[in-house]
């Protein structure tokens, strides 16, 4: 049985790391064109940097939480592959071998000056904006912004796997940001089950086959008797 876990940052709360809508929502206190957007880091580097840096600081202290570590388990009983939209590598620390991340990694830096793409854990930054360690060049998170596009193989990929599983449950995700928010519809529409594990509602309640109306870790628990009572 072939399951895919679509996630959002609503997983990785319990590990202490905010989410982007809600109360406490980041987006409550910023503004995503200020912060998240091509044309914000074009226009003042330092303060998106500034902001990228205490983020990095709060991933750098988050453990993966019941709910990743359910889900990197289910791979010794079932075809599991996550597509998540979070950039803070929670999925892969908790042992989650196939992780396609369709938003970035928070830890990845990409240099706007000749293109290369490394990984960079230095928490906080020695230099902000920082620079490229082959041609000093600015250095940019690798994520994907506002205005932005995902990676095409990375986009078909996970347009290809959500045509051909069985089951997606969709964890912690608001489902308002494109084109992740389709890759419910397109499973449902190929004829999988959908499990949706959201203390709220969501625009992709009205599809879900099943829905668990509790946090990320106690929700996944629920989630997984029900895989084991489809195999
Ligand atoms: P959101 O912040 O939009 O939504 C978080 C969801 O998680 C909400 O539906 C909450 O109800 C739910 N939630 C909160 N706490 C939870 C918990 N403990 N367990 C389970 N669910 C919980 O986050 P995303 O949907 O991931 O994009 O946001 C999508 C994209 O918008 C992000 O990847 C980011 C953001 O702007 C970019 O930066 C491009």
Redesign the pocket.
Known sequence: MRVVFL?????S??SGI?????KS???NNYK?EDL?TPTAFMRDPVLVWKWYDWRRGIVSKAKPNR?HILIAELEKEIDVIVIT???DGLHQKAGSTRVLE???NIWRVRCTACYDTYYNYEVPLREIPPRCVNCGGILRPD????G?EIPANILEESFRISENCEVMVV???????YP??YLPFIAKRAGARLVE????D?PISSISDMKIR??????MEICVKYLRSLL
């Not at 996630?7 to 997983?11: D, P, V």
């Open positions: 996630t959002g940052a609503g997983i709360a319990e905010p989410t982007f809508r809600g929502g980041l987006w995503p998240a709910a939209q979070n950039v369709l938003h970035g994520v994907v912004w506002f932005e964890v912690g995700t608001s489902g308002v940001v992740a928010a594990i959201n203390p709220e969501t509790e946090k990320a870790s106690g929700g």
